[in-house]
């Protein structure tokens, strides 16, 4: 028990990132509303970014630019945190394309709310 | 200047499509020449993916490498047509032509105005290009960034009319989908943690010296990219986005959609599981039996499901729910057969879902009525849409002669090879449920009274794309020929990796 409490703290982004994903995926299934499903997908969008970013790096390390005066020096892997600015820019356009929608359903419904908007739907189905 | 073009061939069939997608609209006002352009795109892409498949299929599968920019794996990424990238091109080129072709003149209606018809070949495009791409791609990230550009093409499909039912049914989707794939995505993370690289050969390497240091982190990457893909592709119990999303979208969208984007990324799990994972990794945490038991649920509940619906469109839907279950069935057996049925079973499927609601939405905009019960006499008013429909039915269902036989044939084959008894009596009992809820359409359509309404069959573009695809369905029953071929090599090379 205590030596699983002292990597949980040691690790502690990986930690952070675990809570993160939790969280974000109960949003996205229990709440709602459209605008909080969304904030879900992003804070677990943000867990996964962390993971990766906190797997390349290495405490005391320096950024990785080649310095001829210090060969021996440890380098951060620059690796995951490239990877995750193109996941961070195919979120955004996830993010934009599902505000885009939450528009158009609002302006044919008049709320966010997914419950109402399959309620309305249904009643529409029946006439 | 010829072989600067097969050299480069492997990335020309990826970008040439993007990059039409994005000139696309510079010309949207003049509807012919983009129709045109799109048809003349799709035909070059078709024999582009011909060429390349013979030239893996003469090679004796010798997959073909290609290092984008000259940079050699690990450090670039790498392109491989093998048989299994080879094949699925094929299957995507073979759908997105009559589809396209369908889409031709007929779309404004469709989509409600006429400004939105470049939108919707931009997306088809960008939609096909990226499938192709997670088909050759040999790199991990590469394959998120494609799945990524193939969900959003997706949900844009769906969304391309501004009826707000297909709205509601594109959030769904994309809420989902992407809750999909930020677990493929960690999926991925922990592959890159636990092996340093991205290349899929060289992680696969690595995995199976590595493996033992930590089980539980390769438990949870499999784990991750089993949810992940399997709301993608609507594996049963996550498959509540695909009938609003399939049902509500414009037809050629609802074909592509049923015939090819849930394929899509059955191969990159595919991938993912035999050349990532390899089969010993996935016997060791029995994730075979898991996709077995997965599949057979599917199936099952999947065909429950559809005989409850009334909607056409809807039946179809729950019906491609079905039909991923064969899928992830034949992917657990863990054998050549097992294997060759799925990937053979992937192509009829497509060619039979797509010619299915390509027919269907000839008949829903002709009689102007979603419901089964309304399409009373259409098939003597609508011979050609009807009797693509019907060969589509029997193709499904597995008569022989027809594709579909064939796929269950030797997924029958697979599943009494691996002792699975209780595989084959559920493909099986699939089959006669699927016969249960579609023939009675057939019934419905030839034998009851006709409306006195003036229906007729669509224009030629419409009826030559049904008539290709039910010449695919036909074909492929009669003479599989060197689509199995291709079919079993592939399977034998997923196997041949340990």
Redesign the interface.
């Known amino acids: 028990m205590k030596i699983l409490l002292e990597k949980l703290i040691v690790n502690y982004p990986y930690t952070i990132a675990v809570f993160l ?1 939790a969280i974000g ?1 109960l949003i ?1 299934i229990t709440k709602s509303n ?1 605008f909080k ?2 904030i879900g ?1 992003n804070i ?2 943000s867990a ?1 970014f962390l ?2 970013i906190s ?1 390349g790096n290495i405490r005391g390390a320096v950024e990785p630019v080649l310095n001829s005066a210090h060969s021996d020096l440890a380098y951060i892997n620059p ?2 945190s490239a ?1 995750m600015l ?2 961070i820019v ?1 979120s955004v ?2 993010t934009a ?2 505000l885009a ?2 528009i ?2 609002y302006k ?2 008049g709320t966010v709310d997914a419950l109402k ?2 309620e309305m ?1 249904n009643e529409v189905t029946k006439e | 200047m010829i072989s600067a073009i097969t050299t480069n061939l492997p990335i020309f069939v990826i970008i040439i499509p993007l990059f039409i997608a994005f000139i696309l609209p510079t010309f949207s006002r003049r509807m012919k020449l983009v129709e045109g352009v799109v048809i003349s795109t799709e035909t070059l892409w078709l024999l582009g993916a011909g060429y390349l498949a013979s030239v893996v299929l003469l090679q004796n599968g010798t997959p073909i490498i290609y290092n984008m920019g000259g940079w050699a794996a690990p450090w670039g990424i790498e392109l491989k047509v093998d048989s299994l990238g080879a094949f699925f091109m094929i299957v995507v080129t073979c759908i997105n032509l009559p589809v396209a072709l369908f889409a031709k003149g007929n779309l404004t209606k469709e989509v409600g105005a006429k400004e939105r018809v470049t939108r919707f070949y931009v997306l088809l495009l960008l939609l096909g290009g990226a499938m192709v791409g997670m088909a050759l791609t040999n790199d991990l990230f590469n394959v998120f960034v494609l799945v990524e550009v193939a969900t959003l093409s997706c949900c844009g499909l769906v969304s391309a009319n501004s009826n707000p039912r297909a709205s509601e049914a594109a959030f769904k989707y994309l809420i989902l989908a992407t809750l999909g794939s930020t677990f493929v995505l960690g999926g991925i993370g922990f592959i890159l943690n636990i092996t340093g690289y991205l290349n899929m050969g060289f992680a696969h390497q690595e995995m199976v010296q590595v493996w033992q240091n930590s089980p539980h982190a390769i438990w949870l990457a499999m784990s991750f990219v089993l949810i992940g893909f399997g709301v993608k592709s609507a594996l049963f119990p996550v498959h509540v986005w695909l009938p609003d999303a399939h049902s509500n979208a414009p037809t050629p969208a609802s074909a592509i959609l049923s015939g090819l984007a849930v394929k899509g990324y059955i191969i990159c799990f595919l991938k993912f599981m035999y050349t990532v994972f390899g089969q010993n990794l996935m016997q060791q945490f029995n994730m075979h039996k898991i996709l077995v038991l997965a599949g057979m649920i599917a199936i099952i509940a999947g065909s429950l499901f559809a005989l409850t619906q009334n909607e056409l469109k809807r039946r179809l839907a729950y019906s491609t729910v079905a039909q991923i279950g064969y899928l992830f069935l034949g992917l657990g057996l863990m054998n050549t057969k097992g294997l060759t049925g799925t990937l053979f079973y992937l192509f009829s499927h497509a060619l039979i879902k797509s010619s299915l609601f390509l027919a269907a939405g000839t008949m829903i905009a002709a009689t102007g009525k979603k419901k089964i019960s309304d399409l009373a006499g259409v098939g003597r008013k609508m011979p050609i849409t009807m009797g693509v429909f019907t060969i589509g039915i029997l193709g499904l269902i597995g008569i022989p002669l027809f594709s579909g036989f064939v796929g269950k044939w030797y997924l029958l084959l697979g599943s009494l090879e691996s002792g699975n008894i209780l595989a084959a009596i559920v493909i099986i009992v699939g089959s006669v449920l699927c016969a249960a809820y579609l023939l009675p359409i057939i019934r419905i359509a030839y034998f009851e009274p006709a409306p006195e309404k003036d229906l007729r069959d669509p224009a030629l573009p419409q009826k030559i794309a049904l008539i290709m695809l039910a010449a695919g369905v036909i074909i492929l029953g009669i003479l599989p020929g060197s689509i199995l071929e291709l079919a079993s090599r592939a399977a034998a090379e997923l196997l041949m990796i340990q």
């Open positions: 994903f995926a996205v459209l499903k969304l997908i677990m969008e996964i993971m990766f797997s690796l995951p990877l193109t996941g195919v356009s996830v394309f599902a929608l939450i158009r359903l044919s419904y908007i399959a739907r």
